[in-house]
């Protein structure tokens, strides 16, 4: 048995040779009675803060890109209007092919594929 002497009390004397009387000693309270985190306690704060500020950066970013609401934009064919034409129209700083190709995917159509006159093509955003 190995016996541990405190000194200073009466009562730690006591207890302190009595088998499992190390339940019967006061936890530690460190000056100011504060919070006192082990390394795992530090570890995973630490973890949670960095955790919470990547939510938080994820759901402005998310919120930022999303699509604004509303109907898509369209247009409408008129006589003599080809894909090449509406896509020119449609998207001008873009170059005409990349234009054509991103309009016929948006819309389901072959780039060669001819349009009617009243047909309503979806435009893209922006």
């Given at each position: ?16 040779q ?9 936890a ?9 985190l ?60 990349a ?26 955003r922006?």
């Open positions: 048995m190995t016996t541990l002497t405190l000194i200073g009390t009466a009562e730690a004397d006591r207890t302190a009595t088998p499992g009387a190390a339940t019967d000693v006061p530690y309270v460190p000056p100011g009675g504060g919070l006192r082990t390394r795992r306690g530090r570890v995973a704060l630490l973890v949670l803060g960095v955790l919470a500020v990547v939510v938080a950066f994820s759901v402005g970013r998310v919120s930022a890109t999303a699509s604004p609401a509303g109907p898509a934009p369209t247009a409408v064919v008129s006589a003599g209007d080809t894909l090449w034409s509406v896509a020119h129209r449609a998207e001008p700083g873009l170059d005409t092919r234009a054509v190709a991103h309009l016929a995917a948006l819309n389901g159509l072959d780039e060669d594929a001819p349009l009617r006159a009243g047909q309503v093509l979806a435009l893209p922006g």
